[in-house]
C-alpha cells in the first residue's frame, strides 16, 4: 500500500496575466470621467487606495497614465505631489504623513485640482493684506 508521502506532488504556475487586474477597469473609468467632464464640467475623483491592487498594477497604472507637462509639490502636514498625467485632465495626486506613509492616493479628473485653487477665505486675507502693504507704515488713513 502506498503512503501519502510516497504520492509525487507536481505543481504549476499559470502563466502571468497580461493584463492586471484592475488597471483596465480604472482607465474605463477615467475615460468615462474625462467625458463627464468635457460634457458638463463634472469632476470625479478616484480613491485608488480603496481598490485591491495586485502585484504590478500600481505600476502599470503609473506607466500607462504617464506625465504630463504640469506637476506641484506642496509641504502641509506632510509632504503632497500633485502631477498632471499624460491625459489632460486627469491628475495623480499622492499624499504623505510627516512620517512619510501614504495616506491618500487619488486621481482627480479636472481642470484643474481642488488642493491647488485658492479658497474664499485666503483670497479676503489676501486682498486685505495686499491693501495694508500698499497704504504702508507711513499712510495714514482718517
Known amino acids: 500500500m502506498q503512503k501519502l508521502r510516497d504520492i509525487e506532488i507536481r505543481t504549476e504556475c499559470p502563466d502571468p496575466p497580461t493584463s492586471h487586474g484592475n ?20 469632476t470625479t475623483t478616484i480613491d485608488l487606495r480603496a481598490m485591491p491592487f495586485g502585484p504590478g498594477d500600481e505600476a502599470q497604472l503609473r506607466e500607462t497614465l504617464g506625465r504630463g507637462e504640469v506637476a506641484a509639490q506642496l509641504d502641509a502636514l506632510g509632504n503632497s505631489e500633485i502631477w498632471e498625467t499624460a491625459f489632460p485632465g486627469v491628475w495623480m495626486l499622492e499624499h504623505h504623513n510627516s512620517v512619510g506613509e501614504r495616506i491618500a492616493w487619488q486621481i482627480e479628473i479636472t481642470r484643474i485640482p481642488a488642493i491647488l485653487q485658492t479658497p474664499a477665505e485666503d483670497l479676503a486675507e489676501s486682498l486685505d493684506r495686499l491693501d495694508k502693504w500698499l497704504d504702508g507704515p507711513d499712510s495714514e488713513t482718517d
Not at 477597469?25 to 463627464?36: S, Y
Open 23 to 42: 488597471v483596465t477597469p480604472i482607465l474605463h473609468e477615467i475615460l468615462h470621467a474625462l467625458k463627464r467632464l468635457e460634457q458638463n464640467a463634472e
